[in-house]
């Protein structure tokens, strides 16, 4: 464990040689301590030792680590994973310094659960990018979610900071943060005569192999540092990335899960030349998750909206649907969200939606002028006959 991330000289030393061997940087995963299992030097000392001690991360405020099963006023606390987690007071923060490659894109993955307050929110930060996520809807009936959020280093060294913001009458109080985990992020290169980025979503945050649920992507308009390269999540409500291994996808390993209804958009300005004729093309599909059906998404294409119902076929757990549009300008914004607010059928709560994935933007065919139709000739021309007899 005790890895990369230390902004120690020894780290610094290590890095510059590895950096030396290979052009390869930090590697992705989870932080030093980053499920806050690791057991201090001392072993876990009694709640009411404070500040705790807590291997890899610095802590500010009251923080305090919770075990499963821990109740608090006749509540469970919910730890969502492992046995341990760390609840984070009013104004409190808790923080761990990196190292990272000064201008890339890194997205942090991380579990969050609210403990009383409706309006529980955890600010996460990268100093001087930060963003605030809201834990107000809990999208899982097990009471928290994964959530990705990304940054463009500003440094080679930072700290990956978590704070509550909140103000609570009830001290105690306050998120509850398990499972951080950094990842780089590349750009893919467009394909050749597809004008989309990241259109099959095969890059996007970390997400931990056993992670039956997915990670969220929070309201995102900044595509310069979006967890899911290329795309924007442009609405105050989050859409899920799903993979393969828990779920039915499309193509490939990754795919978007609009689970917000009309309120978890996700948008990519795509490069088009204007007044000429796309074809936008891509897959709708069931996740295989036990969403209630009917499943349908509303996708965007300039000014060409299309309204598509996923079809259960035995078959196959997706479509292929498309839209037909020209371009008005040098960019054209595509865009999609759920008709339906769905839930699961198995619990009623869990909040879930059509998959999209295999998006693509290409040039329709040139098609000859269209020679018209004989019929239409035929009336016209008796038409103009029958004015001339009148
Ligand atoms: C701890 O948090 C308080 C309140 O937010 C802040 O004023 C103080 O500077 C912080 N201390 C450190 C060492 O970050
Ligand atoms: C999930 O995987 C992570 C490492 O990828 C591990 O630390 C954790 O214990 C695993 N959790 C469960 C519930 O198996
Ligand atoms: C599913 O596949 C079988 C065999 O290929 C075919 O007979 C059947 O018509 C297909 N069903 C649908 C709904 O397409
Ligand atoms: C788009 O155009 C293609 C061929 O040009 C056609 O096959 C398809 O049905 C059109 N899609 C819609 C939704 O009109």
């Not at 088009?272 to 996708?299: E, N, W």
């Not at 000739?377 to 029958?386: D, G, H, K, P, T």
Request: charge should be negative; glycine fraction near 8%; charged fraction near 20%.
């Amino acid at each position: 464990m005790g890895r990369r991330w230390r902004c120690s000289r020894a780290a610094f030393l290590l890095l510059l040689a590895v950096a030396s061997s290979s052009s390869s940087s930090a590697e992705d995963g989870p932080l030093v301590n980053g499920d806050f299992e690791t057991s201090p030097p001392g072993g876990f000392s009694s709640a009411d030792v404070q500040p705790p001690s807590i291997p890899g991360w610095k802590t500010n405020g009251t923080v305090e680590v919770v075990v499963s099963g821990e109740k608090q006023g006749g509540m469970i606390l919910i730890v969502p994973q492992g046995d341990r987690a760390v609840r984070l007071g009013n104004d409190a923060d808790i923080r761990q310094d990196i190292t990272v490659e000064r201008g890339a894109t890194y997205s942090v993955t991380f579990s969050a659960a609210r403990t009383c307050a409706q309006l529980e929110s955890i600010d996460v930060s990268v100093p001087p990018a930060s963003q605030t996520v809201d834990l107000q809807t809990v999208y899982s009936v097990r009471g928290w979610d994964s959530y990705a959020w990304a940054f463009t280093a500003a440094a080679d060294g930072c700290s990956v900071v978590f704070r509550n913001p909140g103000m609570e009458d009830d001290p105690a109080c306050g998120p509850i943060i398990d499972d951080v985990a950094i990842k780089k992020l590349f750009v893919p290169d467009r394909p050749k005569n597809d004008a989309v980025v990241n259109g099959d979503f095969e890059e996007g945050p970390w997400m931990f192999r056993n992670e039956s649920l997915g990670v969220l992507l929070p309201t995102n308009l900044d595509v310069e540092a979006s967890s899911l390269p290329g795309w924007t999540v442009e609405s105050n409500r989050a859409v899920r990335y799903i993979d393969s291994y828990h779920y039915s996808v499309p193509g490939g390993k990754r795919a978007v899960e609009l689970l917000s209804g009309k309120e978890g958009i996700i948008s990519q300005m795509v490069e088009t030349k204007p007044k000429r004729s796309y074809r936008m093309t891509f897959s709708i599909g069931h996740a295989a998750d036990a969403c209630k059906q009917p499943l349908a998404v509303m996708a965007f294409a300039g000014d060409q909206a299309e309204n598509v119902h996923y079809v259960p076929d035995s078959n196959s757990t997706f479509q292929s649907a498309d839209v037909n549009f020209t371009a008005k300008a040098e960019r054209t914004r595509v865009a999609f969200y759920s008709i339906y607010y769905n839930t699961r059928s198995d619990d009623l709560s869990s909040l879930c939606g059509p998959v999209v994935d295999d998006v693509r933007v290409q040039l329709s065919r040139s098609v000859g002028i269209a020679s018209p139709d004989p019929v239409v000739v035929l009336f016209s021309l008796l038409s103009v006959s029958a004015l001339l007899l009148v």
